[in-house]
């Protein structure tokens, strides 16, 4: 069973496969979730700026796997 830390390390790796494999094993309401807390920490002030990065690139591997 995977740990949810380990969950977000790979989500947020900045490594586009891996972000997309770890998504993958989601349900789609956890998908939705995930998406919404990416874009969160994307918009909302107080995340230090590596985070805002990594959400960044997790958002875009997102949206090129949907673009697939």
Avoid at 29 to 55: I, K
């Amino acid at each position: 069973m995977e740990t949810l830390e380990s969950l977000w390390n790979e989500l947020l790796s900045r490594r586009p496969q891996r972000i997309r494999r770890a998504f993958a094993r989601l349900s789609h309401e956890e998908q939705q979730s995930v998406r919404a807390h990416l874009q969160r920490m994307v918009e909302e002030a107080g995340w230090h700026a590596e985070q805002v990065r990594s959400a960044r690139a997790a958002l875009k591997a997102l949206a090129q796997e949907d673009e697939a």
